[in-house]
């Protein structure tokens, strides 16, 4: 299914939206590595979160982080980098999930 969307000047408040939004799918940190990324975002220290997934590239919450910090600066990019963040999260959610139900299945089958 294709959406069709008139393009327009993306606003502060439309792409803190879309952070939100991101923030809200990674949940709350379950890793040290998460928690220091995830607070570093917090504080503005995009240049750290940057780092932290630079160091863990395998690592799709960081990553996810990682794209946001340049999402704020509203440049022609911003729905490109928005949009790979969220498949980052995405990837984070899938990856977490699949950990979880192959432990509920290792558990269920011993």
């Known amino acids: 299914m294709v959406q069709t969307v008139q393009t327009q000047e993306l606003t502060l408040e439309q792409v803190n939206q879309a952070v939100d939004a991101i923030i809200t799918v990674l949940g ?41 910090g340049s999402a704020l600066k509203l440049t022609p990019n911003t729905d490109t980098i928005l949009a790979e963040s969220a498949r980052a999260a995405a990837d984070f959610v899938r990856e977490k999930t699949l950990h979880q139900l192959g432990t509920a299945i290792a558990k269920a089958l011993n």
């Open 28 to 68: 709350n940190p379950d890793s040290d590595l998460h928690a220091q990324a995830l607070d570093a975002f917090r504080r503005s220290d995009h240049q750290t979160v940057k780092r932290l997934a630079s160091t863990n590239l395998a690592d799709s919450y960081c990553r996810a982080l990682g794209y946001l």
